[in-house]
């Protein structure tokens, strides 16, 4: 399984970026579907999280109301609105099946003060 993401960049704080993470084979074969980030010098962490049996979603607090997760065929997005200097990190897209995580290589996503 192979993922990568794009639509990383420089953006203005109270801007938006829509993030793709194109999947090699369907995003319905997996258990569930995610992105998380990594900023410097920090943790990774979750971000957001979609279920791809019944589509449930779920999103760290910081993000909820500014982030959407879908997905559509081979494709996850993540729409990120609102965007707050502290969403600067590198965003990783993830897989997740019955006994495997799947992991991207990721998108540096920049919000500029």
């Known amino acids: 399984v192979q993922l990568v993401e794009s639509g990383g960049g420089l953006v203005q704080a109270g801007g938006s970026l829509r993030l793709s993470c194109a999947a090699s084979e369907s995003t319905f074969s997996f258990n569930a579907m995610g992105w998380y980030r990594q900023a410097a010098g920090k943790q990774r962490e979750l971000v957001a999280v979609i279920g791809t049996g019944g589509g449930l979603t779920n999103y760290r607090d910081s993000v909820k109301g500014r982030f959407t997760i879908s997905r559509d065929d081979n494709l996850l997005f993540l729409q990120m609105d609102s965007l707050k200097p502290e969403d600067t990190a590198v965003y990783l897209c993830?897989?997740?099946?019955?006994?495997?995580?799947?992991w991207g290589k990721g998108t540096l996503v920049t919000v500029s003060s």
């Open positions: 993830y897989a997740l099946s019955s006994t495997t995580v799947y």
